[in-house]
């Protein structure tokens, strides 16, 4: 009997521990971590909006800005933190050669980030510029 009750405890300890964690880390989330986040979601959306008929025909990367767009904010969605708030503006999206320019600022609501007394909220603003870019040579059949 005294065994299971130490056993008991330790476990809702062991509980109660991983519960703290989880909310530090919800309210400690870093401009650090939001970077490596535009990054590779940036990245994957790119990927994803290339044009492979128009890579076919002419041997040239071309990604769809309306594809990127989408696929962009619907990755960024599915990973960012609940306590901040998010304004994503894409300032240019070249669609050959493949380029984008993506600034995300994150504002935090609330209880969320307080730097002093005043009634303001801080910002932090990430802008990343994107090429993307292989090393893949592809040799278009002539005549096809």
């Known amino acids: 009997m005294k065994e299971s009750v130490w056993g008991y405890?330790?476990?809702?300890?062991?509980?109660?521990?991983?519960?703290?964690?989880?909310?530090?880390?919800?309210?400690?989330t870093t401009s650090e971590q939001d970077y490596y986040l535009?990054?590779?979601?940036?990245?994957?959306?790119?990927?994803?909006?290339?044009?492979?008929?128009?890579?076919?025909?002419?041997?040239?990367?071309?990604?769809?800005?309306?594809?990127f767009v989408e696929n962009f904010v619907r990755r960024f969605g599915e990973q960012l933190n609940i306590n901040k708030d998010y304004d994503i503006t894409f300032y240019d999206i070249y669609e050959t050669p493949p380029y984008a320019v993506v600034s995300v600022t994150a504002t935090g609501n609330?209880?969320?980030?307080?730097?002093?007394?005043?009634?303001?909220?801080?910002?932090?603003?990430?802008?990343?510029?994107?090429?993307?870019?292989?090393?893949?040579?592809?040799?278009?059949?002539?005549g096809a």
């Open 38 to 67: 535009i990054k590779s979601v940036m990245e994957s959306s790119m990927y994803d909006a290339v044009d492979y008929g128009y890579y076919s025909d002419t041997s040239t990367f071309k990604i769809n800005a309306e594809k």
């Open 9 to 28: 405890w330790i476990i809702v300890l062991g509980i109660s521990i991983m519960s703290v964690m989880v909310l530090m880390q919800n309210f400690t």
């Open 110 to 142: 609330g209880n969320a980030l307080i730097v002093t007394n005043s009634n303001g909220t801080n910002s932090v603003t990430n802008r990343m510029a994107g090429i993307l870019y292989t090393t893949i040579e592809y040799e278009h059949p002539e």
